[in-house]
């Protein structure tokens, strides 16, 4: 069950588009259409951003939105703005009906 | 509005045991799967356990594989950790979350493991 990886961080300045990659194997991103994303900031519980993939919760922006290709995920936010700073994680399902996160990443707004 | 409440964490000394519970309301809870994440402090996410809607099925990391048990009570909405033969490397919050997409968490419950 090693955790999914991810850039450590990632920064762009406001109005430009960043993504982010998950990178996991045949058993876990490449097999599951259980793939997510969360935000967090500091000091606050993580939050659902895109599920199975590319599908967005109400309430979540356009400006957000997922794929996957081969064993490697996706995140990305367009029209970047000061509020998007925050840490995002991945998650996805794995061959043994486990779950297992990303890295991380730090995500820095210019 | 769907509502997730955790409680129960604290300090314990390595080798103890301690119970967490997360309240639950807003939705029919014995319809979802349920979920334990935690995160130690200045460190990423890690999933811990997930249980089905009627209890049937349970799921857990490695990590805590034999030393862990989730459970629920459905009757009280109330989702349970039993955590044993506490570890240092197990000092972390511990989050729960709704079914497989986990949304929404909870605002998570600190536990110590520290003599």
């Known amino acids: 069950q090693s955790a999914l990886t991810q850039p450590a961080s990632v920064s762009g300045s406001p109005g430009q588009s960043i993504t982010i990659s998950c990178t996991g194997t045949?058993?876990?991103?490449?097999?599951?259409?259980?793939v997510s994303w969360y935000q967090q900031h500091p000091g606050k519980a993580p939050k659902l951003m895109i599920y199975g993939v590319n599908n967005r919760p109400s309430g979540v922006s356009s400006r957000f939105s997922g794929s996957k290709s081969g064993n490697t995920a996706s995140l990305t936010i367009s029209g970047l703005q000061a509020e998007d700073e925050a840490d995002y994680y991945c998650?996805?399902?794995?061959?043994?009906?486990?779950?297992?996160f990303g890295t991380g990443t730090r995500v820095t707004v210019l | 509005e769907v509502q997730l409440v955790e409680s129960g964490g604290g300090l314990v000394q390595p080798g103890g045991s301690l119970r967490l519970s997360c309240a639950a309301s807003g939705f029919n809870f014995s319809n979802y799967w349920m979920n334990w994440v935690r995160q130690a402090p200045g460190k990423g996410l890690v999933w811990v356990s997930r249980i089905k809607g009627d209890g049937s099925r349970t799921t857990y990391a490695d990590s805590v594989k034999g030393r862990f048990t989730i459970s629920r009570d459905n009757a009280k909405n109330t989702l349970y950790l039993q955590m044993n033969s506490l570890r240092a490397d197990d000092t972390a919050v511990y989050y729960c979350?709704?079914?497989?997409?986990?949304?929404?968490w909870g605002q998570g419950t600190l536990v110590t493991v520290s003599s």
């Open positions: 979350g709704k079914s497989d997409w986990i949304d929404p």
């Open positions: 045949s058993s876990d991103v490449g097999t599951s259409n259980y």
């Open positions: 998650n996805s399902y794995t061959t043994s009906s486990t779950f297992v």
